[in-house]
């Protein structure tokens, strides 16, 4: 089902006309972009040539200049860059000051942002700062032809329709993307853009949270489902909490991270952190490899577009069969030890 949602603005903004381009948010984590802002320079460049409007990527940070580089192989025709020491790790209040001022001065018509913690931090603060709407979470994008606006598409009530969300009255049009639901594009080393710097304007004395000290990563590592390269991920086959440990276990032995259907969500035995599917995280690894999964619908919408997918069910008609693209069938606290014996020796 889909619900298109035209809503009528009380005010309309003043000239909207003055809001040009498709900006995307890069998203970086020690100097490194993160996978998402590079998925949405793909579809952002889409979008802007839908348009006839250019395509601007704005990273934030500190050192991040040489980012520019792959932001303009992967299609941005533009960088801004906003770079300082108050800006060495993601703070609301110095990130949201300076989107907010980048969109105040620049005036995009549309800024899309991956639907990660920050985004979901960063997004809705800058929109209602800029006085806009933000439609959160969506799976697809794509322009109305009615209207020629952005048309978000996301999961509502529960999953149980997708509703496509345009912004007609206010700029920007915003939003924030789930990670991998579309790919990097294939980076061309040969594009040139303009290279926007921009002083930040925060005072430090305005950044009212403080990061004092990271105490550890590993703990991120193994839930970080939408980066892993290698998912390991249990379902109601697995029978009961503690025979997670040996999703843990083959995770830790191929350096990935632990997902859960829904159904181990809601029998306590992980948190909804790990969740993969429709309500859950949209996941693209490698390798996924599904233990004691069915295979509903719901759960393949958020890992079919993985590379390889390896299902381990004793139920040889389940239908994740079907998506696989190498299963075995047997009992999956048989299979998992021998599989972590067998991974170890290489
Ligand atoms: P089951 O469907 O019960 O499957 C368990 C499987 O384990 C079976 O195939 C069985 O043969 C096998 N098995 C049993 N014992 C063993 C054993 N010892 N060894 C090997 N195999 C064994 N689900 C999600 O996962 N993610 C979502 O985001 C999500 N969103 C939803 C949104 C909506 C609106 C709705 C209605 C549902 C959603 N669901 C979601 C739920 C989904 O429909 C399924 O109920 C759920 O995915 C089932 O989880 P499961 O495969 O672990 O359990």
């Not at 390269?229 to 830790?252: P, T, W």
């Amino acid at each position: 089902v889909t619900a298109i949602s035209r809503p009528a603005a009380a005010q309309p903004a003043a000239d909207i006309s003055a809001y040009q381009g498709v900006w995307v948010y890069i998203e970086q984590f020690a100097g490194q972009a993160r996978n998402v802002g590079l998925e949405l320079l793909g579809e952002g460049r889409k979008l802007a040539e839908a348009m006839g409007q250019r395509l601007a990527a704005v990273v934030i940070g500190d050192g991040i200049e040489p980012l520019a580089g792959e932001l303009f192989a992967s299609g941005a025709d533009k960088v801004y860059v906003v770079e300082g020491a108050e800006y060495r790790h993601y703070s609301t209040d110095a990130y949201t000051a300076a989107l907010t001022d980048l969109i105040d001065t620049y005036k995009p018509a549309v800024i899309l942002m991956g639907a990660t913690n920050d985004g979901r931090d960063l997004g809705p603060r800058v929109a209602c700062r800029v006085g806009t709407g933000l439609t959160a979470d969506c799976t697809s994008l794509g322009i109305d032809e009615e209207t020629g606006l952005v048309a978000w598409t996301r999961p509502a009530f529960g999953g149980n329709i997708m509703a496509t969300i345009l912004c007609p009255n206010h700029r920007p049009q915003m939003g924030t993307v789930r990670p991998n639901v579309f790919k990097r594009p294939v980076p061309d080393s040969t594009r040139r853009g303009e290279l926007v710097r921009v002083a930040g304007k925060i005072k430090p004395q305005d950044i009212r949270t403080q990061l004092i000290e990271i105490l550890s990563v590993s703990d991120t590592a193994a839930c970080n489902l939408e980066e892993a390269q290698f998912i390991v991920a249990g379902g109601r086959g697995l029978g009961a909490s503690g025979n997670f440990a040996l999703i843990e276990e083959l995770a830790s032995v191929l350096g990935g991270a632990v997902g859960a259907s829904r159904a181990a969500v809601e029998a306590g035995w992980k948190p909804a952190i790990h969740q993969v599917g429709q309500t859950g995280k949209t996941v693209a690894p490698k390798v996924y490899i599904a233990c004691g999964i069915s295979g509903a619908i719901q759960h393949l919408a958020g890992m079919s577009t993985s590379d390889i997918i390896i299902a381990i069910n004793k139920d040889a008609d389940a239908p994740i069969f079907k998506s696989a693209n190498f299963g075995i069938v047997g009992d999956v606290l048989e299979v998992l030890p021998v599989l972590i014996e067998e991974i170890k020796k290489i």
